[in-house]
């Protein structure tokens, strides 16, 4: 009976969604300008800050699983805080680390008269904080699992330790950092918390989808319903992205070793 | 060294594949003038015991290490392939000092001349099997890739595998797989070849083909070769030469004939007892 009321309470809102969809209006709310607007903003700052994640987040999953340094335990455990931190929080840090008075901020003011907070790129920083988490968690697990052993034989070959990662680490790792940049892109889309806290909801400039929808809310619920719509859709490309992708090659892959 | 021709039974086309000339670029250095093999004092701590065994091996000969499963086996393979460092004693290949903690010295395993042919093979799955040949060569930037892949595949046909290169290792059987890890590690030319149980993973009939290859393949490789075994037959069929291995230091060397006709402890009785009527 609980597993029921579980399921229902996942299920009956979006049943609700689809229920009061504007349907008839669905193409012309799409092609209104802010909503396109806001869609564009969206899939431009969460895949700027997808790669962001990478090229940061595989560095950092590296040092994590395979470097041994003091304080490890620490570095491992505030790189994935913004998990779990509520999302305004983070915004909030932020601002107060980079903002026009900020710690860190006040002096690209002072010298160059640039501040971070309220710009797009403000976007791309506050979900690359929230979302990385998700990539450099998922690296980091798929390389603890790796077995060494391979760099080792890498190395009785003559490889370098950079081309030993290059050649036989990150391939072995590249389906993790695949699904990994898919969460972190799925998070970043629907970044909410952090951006309004740090980038404010400037339309064209920092409007993203969920912002959007909820600026929309207040004005034109059907338009919001019609944004609503296009995130859910994401949701579940997404999801069948990771199930189609990533689990049926694993099962493949035990397939082939139990031949 | 006591060459043992006549105890295997070659395959003739692998003969021939064997003694065929050796492709581009890969084993330069072995059978020069002035080599002088392995000369070796090797001393680590490893858990329970230390391990402390000194052994020598000629260039082209095959020396058997045989002994109970944490005897140190593979720790004497992982100390000479720079894995695990020595904590005492000398580790000299042709002349060049590889570990002598006394004098502070360590060559790191990417620079050493040494093959290591790993039990299970650890043949690199996201690659194709040419790849994993041509690893060495264009890790240590000796070969371009197009003269990586020729080289690979010139291996891969002294290996009976012609054909094999674009085919991924998942899609090898046990011995093909060996083969291929043998190919990787012999394209670098390495001046020592270290093979850790190369037979312990195959079933009955294609370990004893690769058993009459290996016979054939590893003397003509020109390097000095230590096979790790814990079977007392394989040894015999591959070694000129056998070093038994209690806890952590030599129980006995000798001839596998020598050994089994003089068992010098009861457990080389035991070993040979069974296995050396067979090798008559």
Redesign the interface.
Known sequence: MPAVLGTLLVLLPLVGLLWRAPWDALPRLLREASVREALWLSIRTATVATVLSALLGVPLAWLLARVEFPGRALARALVTLPMVLPPVVGGVALLLAAGRRGVVGHYAYDAFGVSLPFTTTAVVVAQTFVAMPFLVVAVEGALLGV?R??E?????????SW??FR??TL??V?PSIGAGAVLCWARALGEFGATITFAGSLPGTTRTMPLAVYSAMETDSDAAIALSLVLLVTSVVVLAALRGRWLPSARD?VA??AQ | MTSQAGQGKPDDTVTSQAGRDKPDGAVATTGEAGATGLRAHVVVDRGPFALDVALDVAPGEVVGVLGPNGAGKSSLLAALAGLLPLRDGRIMLDDEVLDDPAADRFVEPRRRPVGLVFQDYLLFGTMSVRDNVAFGLRARRLASRRAAHDAADAWLDRMGLSGYGPRRPATLSGGQAQRVALARALATGPRLLLLDEPLAALDATTRVDLRTFLRATLPATGAAVLVVTHDPTDAAALADRLIVLGSGTVDAAGTPAGLAENPPTPYIAQLFGTTAPARR
């Not at chain 1, 080792?152 to 370098?160: H, I, K, N, V, Y």
């Open positions: 077995d052993r391979y080792d034989a890498a190395a009785t070959l003559g490889a370098s081309y030993t050649r036989v391939p072995a590249a892959a082939r070793a």
